[in-house]
């Protein structure tokens, strides 16, 4: 489409989707900055600097320029991404952030990542030679395929407490063997609720 500008008239070329976004009004910036210096009143035309909008950061409090377009997307609350960052640790985390739970960490997830857990499955892959017990896959030099490996509980680690760090109750499976077993993943809260 072709439309005339509001400061200069003339001719420019758009697409008609601007048109339905409320755009198609000026040419360029330039003369969108002429316009905004002439009609906008107040604080707004205090604040109009070259095509820009003075704004205070919300951390620091210094004064930074942003276009207004960067401003309806909700943007222009922080000079940069320093500050941003340094807001959300103060206000967004630890007990301010929305997803606090008390502090609390569920006891499975802090057994599963103690030292105690990393050394139980050390033991387990160096018994069983760093290779899957059920299909043999393991990790060679120049074959270019890397076989993750996992520590499976032979007994459920849910179901019995006492067995979590027995060697005995553990065992290298690569994952595909893993997926197999009746304990992997969701399939364990099966067989403990039934």
Known sequence: MTKNCLVCNNEFMLYPSYLKKGGGKFCSRKCYGRWASKNMQGEKAKAWKGGKMVRTCISCKKGFKKHPSRLKDG???FCSKK????WIKKYQSGKNSPNWKDGSTPINKIIRHSLEYRL???AVFERD???CIWCG???YEGQGKTVKLHADHIKPF???PELRFAIDNGRTLCID???T???FGGKMHKIIYE
């Open 181 to 183: 077993t009746d304990t």
């Open 129 to 131: 030679n760093f290779t």
């Open 137 to 139: 896959a393991r990790n």
């Open 177 to 179: 063997c893993h997926k």
């Open 120 to 122: 139980w499955r050390i």
């Open 158 to 160: 849910a179901k019995y």
């Open 75 to 77: 943007k222009g609350i």
């Open 83 to 86: 500050c941003r960052g340094l």
